[in-house]
């Protein structure tokens, strides 16, 4: 006989449906009455689990910088290559799009929550250092040829990059309405930054990887 899955309890239920609700029409658009009205639920039932919406963002947040824990983590016992890269932006992207409510509203969610701020700024900082080791391993390896202000230099453009591409690409559209962005264009802008400092097979190699992404 099949096991049973075990119903969602409404935490997690409030938690699912905040997150579609954010990424439809951002954060400082939906309140706790729409997550409420989508559920079915009273407002009261809700407010037992979040006291506001603020703590339902936290909590995404939470489970954000859980998913790319595991990203930022250089591979054990060896240098790393460029197809660590190339897995790192892929499994990235995929990622923010996930939890795009976060970048659909940067600015305006930040002003607004200070812990939220400090906390985002940390995740910032620990995708800089992984692009970081990234780089040095391969100028270790002989695979890319770049000098430490260069590597930091670098590093500081992929996290920009990164965080305001879906800005970008929503203002430069010419179809305002259009709801996902490109990550794929994304991660390609992102190689095309690091593909001039790589030599020899890895830079052949990385132009392969990124024709999967144009």
């Known amino acids: 006989m099949a096991e049973r899955k075990r119903p969602r309890r409404t935490r997690e239920r409030i938690v699912e449906t905040s997150l579609q609700l954010f990424n439809r029409h951002g954060a400082p658009n939906v309140t706790t009455a729409d997550i409420a009205d989508e559920m079915g639920i009273s407002p009261g039932n809700l407010y037992y689990h979040f006291r506001n919406k603020d703590q339902i963002i936290a909590e995404l947040f939470a489970a954000f910088e859980q998913r790319l824990d595991g990203l930022f983590a250089a591979p054990a016992g060896r240098l790393a290559d460029v197809e660590d890269l190339w897995l790192v932006l892929h499994l990235l992207f995929e990622a923010m799009w996930d939890y795009r409510f976060v970048y659909r509203d940067l600015d305006e969610m930040l002003s607004r929550d200070q812990r939220l701020a400090s906390r985002f700024s940390r995740l910032v900082d620990r995708g800089r250092r992984t692009t970081q080791k990234l780089c040095a391993d391969m100028v270790a390896a002989g695979a890319m040829e770049a000098s430490e202000s260069e590597i930091s230099a670098l ?22 309405r259009r709801e996902a962005p490109s990550l794929d264009r994304a991660a390609h802008q992102v190689l095309s930054l690091i593909a001039p400092f790589l030599r020899g097979p890895s830079r052949t190699l990385l132009a392969r990887l990124s024709q999967g992404y144009l």
């Open 155 to 176: 590093a500081d453009n992929v996290a920009l990059v990164a965080t305001y591409w879906m800005s970008y690409q929503k203002i430069a559209s010419s179809d305002h």
